[in-house]
Protein backbone atom coordinates (compact mmCIF):
# COMPACT_ATOMS: atom_id res chain seq x y z
CA UNK A 1 0.00 0.00 0.00
CA UNK A 2 1.57 3.08 -0.47
CA UNK A 3 1.27 6.22 1.90
CA UNK A 4 -1.52 8.78 1.50
CA UNK A 5 -2.66 12.09 3.73
CA UNK A 6 -5.20 11.79 5.74
CA UNK A 7 -7.64 14.61 6.32
CA UNK A 8 -10.51 14.87 9.10
CA UNK A 9 -13.42 16.63 8.28
CA UNK A 10 -16.11 18.40 10.21
CA UNK A 11 -18.30 19.81 7.64
CA UNK A 12 -19.42 18.23 4.40
CA UNK A 13 -18.11 21.85 2.91
CA UNK A 14 -14.52 21.09 4.27
CA UNK A 15 -14.71 17.38 3.18
CA UNK A 16 -15.35 18.42 -0.40
CA UNK A 17 -12.99 21.47 -0.35
CA UNK A 18 -10.13 18.87 1.05
CA UNK A 19 -10.93 16.22 -2.03
CA UNK A 20 -10.68 18.96 -4.61
CA UNK A 21 -7.45 20.03 -3.35
CA UNK A 22 -5.72 16.41 -3.75
CA UNK A 23 -5.90 14.77 -6.67
CA UNK A 24 -6.63 10.89 -6.42
CA UNK A 25 -8.06 11.64 -3.22
CA UNK A 26 -10.99 9.45 -1.28
CA UNK A 27 -13.45 9.51 0.91
CA UNK A 28 -13.29 7.20 3.70
CA UNK A 29 -16.18 6.69 6.10
CA UNK A 30 -16.14 2.93 7.74
CA UNK A 31 -13.96 1.84 5.16
CA UNK A 32 -14.98 -1.44 5.23
CA UNK A 33 -14.97 -1.93 1.40
CA UNK A 34 -12.11 0.74 1.06
CA UNK A 35 -9.77 -0.56 2.97
CA UNK A 36 -10.27 -3.93 1.82
CA UNK A 37 -9.71 -2.91 -1.55
CA UNK A 38 -6.61 -0.54 -0.59
CA UNK A 39 -4.68 -4.04 1.00
CA UNK A 40 -5.29 -5.56 -2.30
CA UNK A 41 -3.88 -3.05 -4.26
CA UNK A 42 -7.49 -2.21 -6.14
CA UNK A 43 -7.19 1.57 -4.69
CA UNK A 44 -4.50 3.29 -4.37
CA UNK A 45 -5.68 6.67 -2.95
CA UNK A 46 -3.41 9.44 -2.36
CA UNK A 47 -5.09 10.92 0.62
CA UNK A 48 -8.00 9.83 2.47
CA UNK A 49 -10.76 12.77 3.46
CA UNK A 50 -12.54 11.14 6.46
CA UNK A 51 -15.78 11.52 6.36
CA UNK A 52 -17.03 9.23 9.19
CA UNK A 53 -17.14 12.29 11.85
CA UNK A 54 -19.52 14.71 9.85
CA UNK A 55 -22.92 15.54 11.49
CA UNK A 56 -25.08 13.17 8.75
CA UNK A 57 -25.14 10.32 11.48
CA UNK A 58 -29.20 10.71 12.48
CA UNK A 59 -32.42 9.51 11.54
CA UNK A 60 -35.34 12.30 10.98
CA UNK A 61 -39.03 12.45 10.15
CA UNK A 62 -39.74 14.82 7.65
CA UNK A 63 -42.96 17.26 7.53
CA UNK A 64 -44.32 14.83 4.52
CA UNK A 65 -44.32 11.62 6.61
CA UNK A 66 -41.17 10.37 4.93
CA UNK A 67 -37.54 9.84 6.71
CA UNK A 68 -34.10 11.29 6.14
CA UNK A 69 -31.11 9.06 6.36
CA UNK A 70 -27.84 10.66 6.85
CA UNK A 71 -25.39 9.01 5.17
CA UNK A 72 -23.42 7.85 8.08
CA UNK A 73 -25.58 6.45 10.02
CA UNK A 74 -24.32 2.98 10.46
CA UNK A 75 -25.59 0.29 9.08
CA UNK A 76 -26.88 -1.80 12.40
CA UNK A 77 -28.02 1.40 13.79
CA UNK A 78 -30.68 1.78 10.82
CA UNK A 79 -31.61 -1.30 10.95
CA UNK A 80 -32.66 -1.26 14.37
CA UNK A 81 -34.36 1.63 14.39
CA UNK A 82 -37.68 1.65 15.33
CA UNK A 83 -38.67 3.59 12.65
CA UNK A 84 -37.03 1.85 9.94
CA UNK A 85 -38.53 -1.38 11.06
CA UNK A 86 -42.27 -0.14 11.50
CA UNK A 87 -42.54 1.67 8.37
CA UNK A 88 -39.84 -0.07 5.67
CA UNK A 89 -38.86 -3.73 7.61
CA UNK A 90 -37.99 -4.40 3.61
CA UNK A 91 -35.10 -1.67 4.54
CA UNK A 92 -34.34 -3.65 7.86
CA UNK A 93 -34.76 -7.17 6.43
CA UNK A 94 -32.44 -6.27 3.34
CA UNK A 95 -29.78 -4.58 5.76
CA UNK A 96 -29.38 -7.67 8.38
CA UNK A 97 -29.35 -10.04 5.55
CA UNK A 98 -25.83 -8.59 4.81
CA UNK A 99 -22.50 -9.20 6.17
CA UNK A 100 -21.57 -9.32 9.87
CA UNK A 101 -22.53 -7.96 13.01
CA UNK A 102 -18.80 -6.49 12.77
CA UNK A 103 -19.27 -4.82 9.66
CA UNK A 104 -22.78 -3.74 10.06
CA UNK A 105 -21.47 -1.84 13.15
CA UNK A 106 -19.08 -0.28 11.25
CA UNK A 107 -20.21 0.26 7.67
CA UNK A 108 -22.20 3.47 6.83
CA UNK A 109 -25.22 4.28 4.45
CA UNK A 110 -23.45 6.11 1.84
CA UNK A 111 -20.67 3.69 1.96
CA UNK A 112 -22.78 0.78 1.43
CA UNK A 113 -24.34 2.33 -1.53
CA UNK A 114 -20.87 2.84 -2.94
CA UNK A 115 -19.26 -0.45 -2.13
CA UNK A 116 -17.68 -1.81 -4.93
CA UNK A 117 -18.91 -5.37 -6.79
CA UNK A 118 -16.94 -8.52 -4.99
CA UNK A 119 -16.16 -9.85 -8.73
CA UNK A 120 -13.10 -11.83 -8.12
CA UNK A 121 -11.10 -10.64 -11.15
CA UNK A 122 -12.05 -6.93 -10.17
CA UNK A 123 -10.48 -7.47 -6.79
CA UNK A 124 -7.59 -9.30 -8.29
CA UNK A 125 -5.12 -7.04 -10.25
CA UNK A 126 -3.09 -9.54 -11.52
CA UNK A 127 -6.16 -10.65 -13.66
CA UNK A 128 -7.78 -8.60 -16.67
CA UNK A 129 -10.91 -6.57 -15.70
CA UNK A 130 -12.91 -3.49 -17.51
CA UNK A 131 -14.05 -1.89 -14.06
CA UNK A 132 -10.71 -1.57 -12.11
CA UNK A 133 -8.66 -1.34 -15.75
CA UNK A 134 -10.37 0.04 -18.59
CA UNK A 135 -9.30 -2.03 -21.64
CA UNK A 136 -7.90 -4.69 -19.89
CA UNK A 137 -10.73 -7.02 -20.87
CA UNK A 138 -13.42 -8.79 -18.61
CA UNK A 139 -12.13 -12.26 -17.19
CA UNK A 140 -15.27 -13.29 -16.39
CA UNK A 141 -17.48 -13.73 -18.96
CA UNK A 142 -15.31 -16.68 -20.29
CA UNK A 143 -13.86 -17.27 -17.10
CA UNK A 144 -15.52 -18.04 -13.37
CA UNK A 145 -18.92 -16.06 -13.52
CA UNK A 146 -21.49 -18.45 -11.36
CA UNK A 147 -22.19 -15.36 -9.33
CA UNK A 148 -22.44 -12.52 -12.27
CA UNK A 149 -25.00 -11.10 -13.89
CA UNK A 150 -27.72 -12.14 -15.84
CA UNK A 151 -29.41 -8.92 -16.53
CA UNK A 152 -28.46 -5.59 -17.81
CA UNK A 153 -24.68 -6.62 -18.41
CA UNK A 154 -22.29 -5.59 -21.43
CA UNK A 155 -19.69 -7.36 -23.26
CA UNK A 156 -17.55 -5.34 -21.33
CA UNK A 157 -18.50 -6.49 -18.03
CA UNK A 158 -20.86 -8.88 -16.34
CA UNK A 159 -20.20 -7.83 -12.75
CA UNK A 160 -23.19 -7.36 -10.18
CA UNK A 161 -23.71 -4.95 -7.29
CA UNK A 162 -23.18 -6.76 -3.96
CA UNK A 163 -25.47 -4.48 -1.88
CA UNK A 164 -28.47 -6.03 -0.32
CA UNK A 165 -29.73 -2.59 1.10
CA UNK A 166 -30.05 -0.63 -2.25
CA UNK A 167 -32.39 -3.91 -3.50
CA UNK A 168 -34.44 -2.68 -0.39
CA UNK A 169 -34.16 1.15 -1.09
CA UNK A 170 -34.93 0.57 -5.14
CA UNK A 171 -38.20 -0.97 -4.08
CA UNK A 172 -38.75 1.77 -1.98
CA UNK A 173 -38.69 4.83 -4.24
CA UNK A 174 -35.73 5.66 -2.56
CA UNK A 175 -33.44 9.24 -3.41
CA UNK A 176 -29.72 10.19 -2.76
CA UNK A 177 -28.74 13.58 -1.44
CA UNK A 178 -25.89 14.64 -3.13
CA UNK A 179 -23.16 17.65 -1.97
CA UNK A 180 -20.27 18.40 -3.98
CA UNK A 181 -18.30 21.04 -5.76
CA UNK A 182 -21.07 22.44 -7.70
CA UNK A 183 -23.58 22.42 -5.10
CA UNK A 184 -26.52 20.21 -3.48
CA UNK A 185 -28.62 18.00 -5.53
CA UNK A 186 -31.13 14.88 -5.11
CA UNK A 187 -30.68 11.84 -7.44
CA UNK A 188 -33.61 8.90 -7.46
CA UNK A 189 -31.72 6.08 -6.42
CA UNK A 190 -32.82 3.78 -9.71
CA UNK A 191 -31.11 6.94 -11.74
CA UNK A 192 -27.75 6.62 -9.37
CA UNK A 193 -26.55 3.07 -10.01
CA UNK A 194 -25.31 2.46 -13.88
CA UNK A 195 -25.65 -0.63 -15.93
CA UNK A 196 -21.86 -1.50 -17.23
CA UNK A 197 -21.98 -0.83 -20.89
CA UNK A 198 -19.15 0.83 -22.51
CA UNK A 199 -17.96 1.88 -19.24
CA UNK A 200 -18.36 -0.31 -16.33
CA UNK A 201 -14.94 1.54 -14.40
CA UNK A 202 -17.87 4.03 -13.50
CA UNK A 203 -20.20 1.97 -10.85
CA UNK A 204 -22.70 5.32 -10.31
CA UNK A 205 -23.84 8.94 -11.65
CA UNK A 206 -21.65 10.53 -8.50
CA UNK A 207 -19.62 13.63 -10.26
CA UNK A 208 -15.60 14.11 -9.07
CA UNK A 209 -15.51 14.92 -5.60
CA UNK A 210 -19.32 14.57 -4.52
CA UNK A 211 -20.18 13.53 -1.55
CA UNK A 212 -23.52 11.17 -0.20
CA UNK A 213 -24.80 13.12 2.99
CA UNK A 214 -28.09 11.12 2.73
CA UNK A 215 -31.13 9.20 1.38
CA UNK A 216 -34.90 10.00 1.47
CA UNK A 217 -37.38 7.58 1.94
CA UNK A 218 -40.98 8.54 0.91
CA UNK A 219 -44.12 9.07 2.86
CA UNK A 220 -46.14 7.44 0.23
CA UNK A 221 -44.40 4.09 1.04
CA UNK A 222 -44.21 4.77 4.95
CA UNK A 223 -45.97 1.29 6.43
CA UNK A 224 -47.04 -0.54 3.32
CA UNK A 225 -46.71 -4.17 3.74
CA UNK A 226 -43.14 -5.17 2.23
CA UNK A 227 -40.08 -8.07 2.77
CA UNK A 228 -36.57 -9.24 1.50
CA UNK A 229 -36.02 -12.44 0.59
CA UNK A 230 -31.81 -13.29 -0.13
CA UNK A 231 -30.67 -16.25 -1.55
CA UNK A 232 -26.95 -17.30 -0.98
CA UNK A 233 -24.23 -20.41 -0.64
CA UNK A 234 -24.09 -20.72 3.07
CA UNK A 235 -26.95 -19.86 5.61
CA UNK A 236 -25.47 -15.97 6.59
CA UNK A 237 -22.41 -13.72 6.02
CA UNK A 238 -22.47 -14.56 2.22
CA UNK A 239 -23.35 -12.27 -0.74
CA UNK A 240 -26.56 -12.41 -2.89
CA UNK A 241 -27.06 -14.94 -5.31
CA UNK A 242 -30.11 -13.63 -5.85
CA UNK A 243 -32.33 -11.50 -3.67
CA UNK A 244 -36.09 -9.96 -3.75
CA UNK A 245 -37.31 -7.11 -1.90
CA UNK A 246 -40.92 -6.53 -2.57
CA UNK A 247 -43.34 -3.33 -1.37
CA UNK A 248 -47.09 -4.68 -2.40
CA UNK A 249 -50.23 -2.98 -1.06
CA UNK A 250 -53.28 -5.00 -1.88
CA UNK A 251 -57.02 -3.52 -1.82
CA UNK A 252 -60.43 -5.70 -2.02
CA UNK A 253 -57.79 -8.08 -3.42
CA UNK A 254 -56.45 -5.55 -6.11
CA UNK A 255 -52.89 -4.47 -6.13
CA UNK A 256 -52.81 -0.72 -5.52
CA UNK A 257 -49.00 -0.18 -5.53
CA UNK A 258 -45.85 -2.19 -6.05
CA UNK A 259 -41.92 -2.16 -5.71
CA UNK A 260 -40.37 -4.54 -6.59
CA UNK A 261 -36.60 -5.05 -6.88
CA UNK A 262 -33.73 -8.00 -7.17
CA UNK A 263 -30.36 -8.46 -6.07
CA UNK A 264 -27.53 -10.42 -7.63
CA UNK A 265 -28.59 -10.16 -10.99
CA UNK A 266 -27.09 -7.29 -12.43
CA UNK A 267 -24.52 -3.75 -12.16
CA UNK A 268 -26.81 -2.45 -10.16
CA UNK A 269 -29.92 -3.51 -8.29
CA UNK A 270 -32.58 -4.28 -10.75
CA UNK A 271 -36.22 -2.86 -10.56
CA UNK A 272 -38.49 -4.83 -11.96
CA UNK A 273 -40.66 -2.02 -13.70
CA UNK A 274 -42.15 -4.94 -16.29
CA UNK A 275 -43.13 -6.77 -13.65
CA UNK A 276 -44.96 -4.28 -11.80
CA UNK A 277 -46.76 -2.59 -14.53
CA UNK A 278 -48.40 -6.61 -15.20
CA UNK A 279 -49.43 -6.64 -11.68
CA UNK A 280 -50.21 -2.82 -10.48
CA UNK A 281 -54.24 -2.76 -11.03
CA UNK A 282 -54.78 -6.61 -11.15
CA UNK A 283 -55.71 -9.73 -9.16
CA UNK A 284 -53.31 -10.16 -6.08
CA UNK A 285 -53.20 -13.58 -7.13
CA UNK A 286 -50.18 -15.99 -7.64
CA UNK A 287 -50.81 -16.47 -11.20
CA UNK A 288 -50.54 -12.90 -12.19
CA UNK A 289 -47.64 -12.36 -10.07
CA UNK A 290 -46.19 -15.65 -11.85
CA UNK A 291 -46.98 -14.48 -15.03
CA UNK A 292 -45.43 -10.43 -13.96
CA UNK A 293 -42.01 -11.85 -13.06
CA UNK A 294 -41.79 -14.49 -16.21
CA UNK A 295 -42.38 -11.32 -18.61
CA UNK A 296 -39.65 -9.12 -16.51
CA UNK A 297 -37.05 -12.63 -16.20
CA UNK A 298 -37.64 -12.44 -20.05
CA UNK A 299 -35.19 -10.11 -20.51
CA UNK A 300 -32.67 -12.09 -18.91
CA UNK A 301 -29.20 -13.42 -20.75
CA UNK A 302 -27.61 -16.06 -18.51
CA UNK A 303 -23.92 -16.61 -18.73
CA UNK A 304 -23.00 -20.53 -19.42
CA UNK A 305 -22.65 -20.98 -15.37
CA UNK A 306 -25.13 -19.05 -13.67
CA UNK A 307 -28.91 -20.13 -15.72
CA UNK A 308 -29.73 -21.08 -12.15
CA UNK A 309 -29.94 -17.53 -11.11
CA UNK A 310 -33.38 -16.59 -13.37
CA UNK A 311 -35.14 -19.47 -11.75
CA UNK A 312 -33.70 -18.69 -7.95
CA UNK A 313 -34.65 -15.12 -8.46
CA UNK A 314 -38.32 -16.02 -9.55
CA UNK A 315 -39.20 -18.39 -7.07
CA UNK A 316 -37.65 -15.76 -4.07
CA UNK A 317 -39.88 -12.84 -5.79
CA UNK A 318 -43.14 -14.97 -6.06
CA UNK A 319 -42.85 -16.09 -2.57
CA UNK A 320 -42.33 -12.78 -1.55
CA UNK A 321 -45.03 -11.29 -3.22
CA UNK A 322 -47.72 -14.15 -1.96
CA UNK A 323 -46.44 -13.77 1.19
CA UNK A 324 -47.21 -10.17 1.43
CA UNK A 325 -50.34 -10.58 -0.28
CA UNK A 326 -53.69 -10.81 1.64
CA UNK A 327 -55.10 -14.19 1.86
CA UNK A 328 -58.27 -13.96 -0.80
CA UNK A 329 -61.74 -13.35 1.76
CA UNK A 330 -63.11 -16.96 1.82
CA UNK A 331 -66.61 -17.17 0.31
CA UNK B 1 7.41 13.58 -1.64
CA UNK B 2 5.79 10.29 -3.73
CA UNK B 3 7.62 8.01 -1.34
CA UNK B 4 7.40 10.11 1.88
CA UNK B 5 5.46 8.28 4.64
CA UNK B 6 3.04 9.82 6.13
CA UNK B 7 2.24 10.32 9.96
CA UNK B 8 -0.19 11.74 12.29
CA UNK B 9 -0.58 11.81 16.08
CA UNK B 10 -3.77 9.65 17.09
CA UNK B 11 -4.44 8.84 20.73
CA UNK B 12 -6.24 5.59 21.69
CA UNK B 13 -7.62 4.55 25.32
CA UNK B 14 -6.99 0.77 25.17
CA UNK B 15 -8.50 -1.36 28.07
CA UNK B 16 -8.50 2.25 30.27
CA UNK B 17 -4.82 3.08 29.06
CA UNK B 18 -4.21 6.32 26.70
CA UNK B 19 -1.68 5.63 24.56
CA UNK B 20 -0.37 8.65 21.73
CA UNK B 21 1.29 6.86 18.85
CA UNK B 22 2.92 8.98 16.04
CA UNK B 23 1.23 5.90 13.06
CA UNK B 24 1.59 5.80 9.25
CA UNK B 25 -1.76 6.10 8.25
CA UNK B 26 -1.59 2.67 6.47
CA UNK B 27 -1.78 1.13 9.58
CA UNK B 28 -4.74 -0.73 10.61
CA UNK B 29 -5.72 -1.39 14.34
CA UNK B 30 -5.17 -5.14 14.92
CA UNK B 31 -1.78 -4.29 13.72
CA UNK B 32 -1.40 -1.44 16.28
CA UNK B 33 -2.31 -3.79 19.02
CA UNK B 34 0.16 -6.46 18.34
CA UNK B 35 2.80 -4.65 17.24
CA UNK B 36 3.13 -1.56 19.37
CA UNK B 37 0.98 -2.34 22.34
CA UNK B 38 1.99 -5.98 22.42
CA UNK B 39 -1.63 -7.16 23.19
CA UNK B 40 -1.49 -10.23 21.09
CA UNK B 41 -4.78 -11.61 21.65
CA UNK B 42 -6.57 -9.89 18.91
CA UNK B 43 -5.72 -12.64 16.04
CA UNK B 44 -4.37 -11.99 12.13
CA UNK B 45 -6.75 -14.36 10.22
CA UNK B 46 -7.66 -13.57 6.80
CA UNK B 47 -6.69 -10.08 7.07
CA UNK B 48 -10.15 -8.83 5.48
CA UNK B 49 -12.88 -8.89 7.61
CA UNK B 50 -14.15 -12.04 6.65
CA UNK B 51 -13.10 -14.27 9.38
CA UNK B 52 -13.93 -12.13 12.60
CA UNK B 53 -10.78 -13.66 14.70
CA UNK B 54 -9.35 -9.60 15.20
CA UNK B 55 -12.66 -9.42 16.49
CA UNK B 56 -12.11 -6.34 19.67
CA UNK B 57 -15.11 -3.63 20.92
CA UNK B 58 -14.14 -0.16 19.86
CA UNK B 59 -16.65 2.63 21.64
CA UNK B 60 -18.56 -0.65 23.67
CA UNK B 61 -19.05 -1.97 19.73
CA UNK B 62 -17.97 -5.19 18.34
CA UNK B 63 -15.66 -4.52 14.59
CA UNK B 64 -12.81 -6.07 12.91
CA UNK B 65 -9.89 -4.69 14.00
CA UNK B 66 -8.01 -5.62 10.41
CA UNK B 67 -9.99 -3.19 8.55
CA UNK B 68 -10.08 -0.02 10.73
CA UNK B 69 -7.61 2.34 10.14
CA UNK B 70 -5.58 3.32 13.06
CA UNK B 71 -5.64 7.06 13.13
CA UNK B 72 -9.20 7.27 12.04
CA UNK B 73 -9.83 6.14 15.89
CA UNK B 74 -8.33 9.00 17.37
CA UNK B 75 -9.40 9.48 20.61
CA UNK B 76 -11.64 6.09 20.66
CA UNK B 77 -11.95 3.29 23.53
CA UNK B 78 -10.87 0.16 22.69
CA UNK B 79 -11.35 -2.98 24.45
CA UNK B 80 -9.65 -6.19 23.91
CA UNK B 81 -9.75 -10.01 24.94
CA UNK B 82 -6.58 -8.74 27.55
CA UNK B 83 -9.15 -6.20 28.67
CA UNK B 84 -12.92 -7.80 29.45
CA UNK B 85 -12.44 -8.28 33.14
CA UNK B 86 -11.19 -5.20 35.43
CA UNK B 87 -7.87 -5.60 37.28
CA UNK B 88 -8.08 -8.05 40.20
CA UNK B 89 -11.15 -9.79 38.67
CA UNK B 90 -11.39 -13.61 38.01
CA UNK B 91 -12.15 -14.14 33.84
CA UNK B 92 -14.94 -12.51 32.25
CA UNK B 93 -18.31 -14.67 32.88
CA UNK B 94 -17.91 -15.80 28.67
CA UNK B 95 -14.03 -16.28 29.03
CA UNK B 96 -15.35 -18.54 32.25
CA UNK B 97 -18.33 -20.42 30.14
CA UNK B 98 -15.59 -21.04 26.82
CA UNK B 99 -13.19 -22.40 29.90
CA UNK B 100 -16.30 -24.67 30.99
CA UNK B 101 -17.57 -25.95 27.95
CA UNK B 102 -14.28 -26.19 26.09
CA UNK B 103 -15.76 -24.31 23.57
CA UNK B 104 -12.35 -24.27 21.25
CA UNK B 105 -10.28 -26.57 19.83
CA UNK B 106 -6.96 -24.53 18.56
CA UNK B 107 -7.98 -21.25 20.40
CA UNK B 108 -6.89 -19.21 17.60
CA UNK B 109 -10.02 -17.43 16.98
CA UNK B 110 -11.66 -17.73 20.45
CA UNK B 111 -10.77 -14.22 21.60
CA UNK B 112 -12.38 -13.00 18.23
CA UNK B 113 -15.74 -15.04 19.69
CA UNK B 114 -15.46 -14.36 22.92
CA UNK B 115 -15.54 -9.86 22.37
CA UNK B 116 -18.07 -10.71 19.44
CA UNK B 117 -20.33 -12.53 21.76
CA UNK B 118 -19.75 -9.95 24.41
CA UNK B 119 -20.67 -7.26 21.55
CA UNK B 120 -23.51 -9.34 20.35
CA UNK B 121 -25.28 -9.76 24.01
CA UNK B 122 -25.18 -6.09 23.93
CA UNK B 123 -26.79 -5.49 20.95
CA UNK B 124 -29.63 -7.70 21.44
CA UNK B 125 -29.93 -6.51 25.28
CA UNK B 126 -30.41 -3.02 22.94
CA UNK B 127 -32.79 -4.58 21.41
CA UNK B 128 -31.21 -4.71 17.92
CA UNK B 129 -32.79 -7.49 15.73
CA UNK B 130 -30.84 -10.15 13.62
CA UNK B 131 -32.13 -11.75 10.25
CA UNK B 132 -33.88 -14.41 12.30
CA UNK B 133 -35.78 -11.73 14.59
CA UNK B 134 -39.39 -12.19 14.24
CA UNK B 135 -39.94 -9.27 12.20
CA UNK B 136 -43.08 -8.36 14.45
CA UNK B 137 -41.35 -8.58 17.51
CA UNK B 138 -41.37 -4.91 18.80
CA UNK B 139 -38.79 -2.53 18.14
CA UNK B 140 -36.69 -0.98 21.00
CA UNK B 141 -37.12 -4.07 23.17
CA UNK B 142 -34.32 -6.44 24.43
CA UNK B 143 -34.26 -9.32 21.84
CA UNK B 144 -34.33 -12.95 23.60
CA UNK B 145 -31.74 -15.07 22.67
CA UNK B 146 -32.07 -19.10 21.28
CA UNK B 147 -29.60 -21.01 19.41
CA UNK B 148 -30.53 -19.83 15.96
CA UNK B 149 -30.23 -16.10 17.57
CA UNK B 150 -26.77 -16.80 18.31
CA UNK B 151 -25.99 -18.71 15.44
CA UNK B 152 -26.81 -15.89 13.32
CA UNK B 153 -25.44 -13.13 15.62
CA UNK B 154 -22.00 -14.82 15.66
CA UNK B 155 -22.04 -15.84 11.86
CA UNK B 156 -18.97 -13.30 11.05
CA UNK B 157 -16.81 -15.23 12.96
CA UNK B 158 -15.23 -18.48 11.49
CA UNK B 159 -13.54 -21.13 13.55
CA UNK B 160 -11.39 -23.40 11.36
CA UNK B 161 -11.81 -26.15 14.27
CA UNK B 162 -15.69 -26.67 14.10
CA UNK B 163 -15.96 -26.02 17.84
CA UNK B 164 -19.14 -24.25 16.97
CA UNK B 165 -21.82 -26.39 19.16
CA UNK B 166 -20.06 -26.07 22.37
CA UNK B 167 -19.54 -22.00 21.56
CA UNK B 168 -22.85 -21.35 21.19
CA UNK B 169 -23.37 -23.46 24.53
CA UNK B 170 -21.41 -21.10 25.91
CA UNK B 171 -23.07 -18.03 25.10
CA UNK B 172 -26.06 -19.43 25.91
CA UNK B 173 -24.85 -20.08 29.47
CA UNK B 174 -24.29 -16.38 29.82
CA UNK B 175 -27.66 -14.82 28.82
CA UNK B 176 -28.70 -13.23 31.28
Known amino acids: MRSFDYVRARTPEEAVEAFAARPGARYLAGGTNLVDLMKLGVERPTALIDVSRLPLDRLEKLPDGGLRVGATVRNSDL????????????????????????????????????????????????????????????????????????????????????????????????????????????????????????????????????????????????????????????????????????????????????????????????????????????????????????????????????????????????????????????? | MGSEIQRSETTLRVNGKPHTLLLDHRRVLLDVLREDLGLTGAKKGCDHGQCGACTVLADGRRVNSCLLLAVALDGSEITTIEGLSADGEGPHPLQRAFLDRDAFQCGYCTPGQICSAVGALAEAAAGHPSQVTDPAAPAGRPVALDRTEIRERLSGNLCRCGAYPRIVEAVEDVIP
Request: charged content about 20%; glycine content about 8%.
Open chain 1, 79 to 331: AAHPLVRDRYPVLSQALLAGASGQLRNVATTGGNLLQRTRCGYFQDPGKPCNKREPGSGCGALKGVHRDHAVLGHSPHCVATHPSDMAVALTALDARVELYGPEGARTVDLTDFHRLPENHPERDTELRPGELITGVLLPAALAGAPSAYRKARDRASYAFALASAAVVLRVADGMVTQVGLAFGGLAHRPWRARVAEAAVLGEAATPAVFAGAVDLELAAARPLPDNAYKVPLARNLALDVLTRLAPAPASL
